[in-house]
């Protein structure tokens, strides 16, 4: 009897990650001997912080919980919606209100209507905080071994534009606001941040939503 050997491509996933692969999304390549074990912060305007959202993002298998003030990066919304589209992986998205009328909000609220084609639920839902003022968290808990945080919204400045790690000047047309992101995944934080996106998000949902499907018609 013979036997075949089957070859398949593997996607990267979250399952083996370490705060160590973003080493080469900093200015420096590397961290520093006394580097946390389970936290690490990046520097919109040296550190290539889009980089590091798709190097995370484009690793999910199972699930993403994330809430979002300003969602305005086309390739991140590309790869989040692939993961609408993914039977096997559940989505959980919370949007401001006051910020969810932009191109990219519209198309990934109007992705999906709740369930995917197998039927297994998706949720997006904008809205605003307890106390009826914006929702400004800007993070997220990744197939629930990673966490993002911090304070750059998902926008060209927000993440920073033509950053290069490696030039003692930035190219003309860079931009970048004063922002920072943190990555963890010390599993007592990701479980509080999130049990506190469920709590963010089901505050929302329990709000009249707009017409998603209506909202990206021309």
Not at 38 to 55: E, P, T
Request: proline share 4%; net charge negative; aromatic share 8%.
């Amino acid at each position: 009897m013979s036997t075949a050997t089957v070859t398949t491509s593997v996607r990267p996933t979250l399952q083996h990650f370490t705060l160590d692969d973003l080493a080469v999304y900093t200015a420096e390549q590397a961290f520093g001997p006394t580097a946390s074990p389970d936290f690490r912060v990046f520097y919109v305007g040296r550190d290539d912080v889009h980089g590091i959202l798709m190097h995370l993002f484009s690793r999910v298998s199972l699930s993403v919980k994330m809430n979002m003030f300003g969602y305005d990066d086309e390739d991140l919304n590309n790869v989040l919606i692939g993961l609408v589209q993914n039977p096997s992986v559940m989505v959980q998205v919370t949007l401001d209100k006051s910020q969810a009328s932009g191109p990219t909000e519209r198309a990934i609220l109007s992705s999906d209507s709740g369930q995917d084609a197998a039927g297994f639920a998706n949720d997006f839902v904008v809205g605003e905080s307890a106390t009826s003022q914006i929702s400004h968290t800007k993070g997220g808990v990744l197939d629930g071994i990673v966490a993002f945080e911090g304070s750059t919204n998902w926008s060209s400045s927000g993440e920073g534009t033509g950053i290069n790690l490696t030039a003692a000047k930035q190219a003309p047309g860079f931009k970048a606001q004063n922002n920072t992101l943190s990555v963890y995944i010390n599993t007592y934080e990701i479980a509080k941040f999130a049990a506190r996106l469920d709590y963010e998000h089901a505050v929302a949902a329990s709000r009249p939503q707009p017409n998603f499907t209506a909202a990206a018609a021309p």
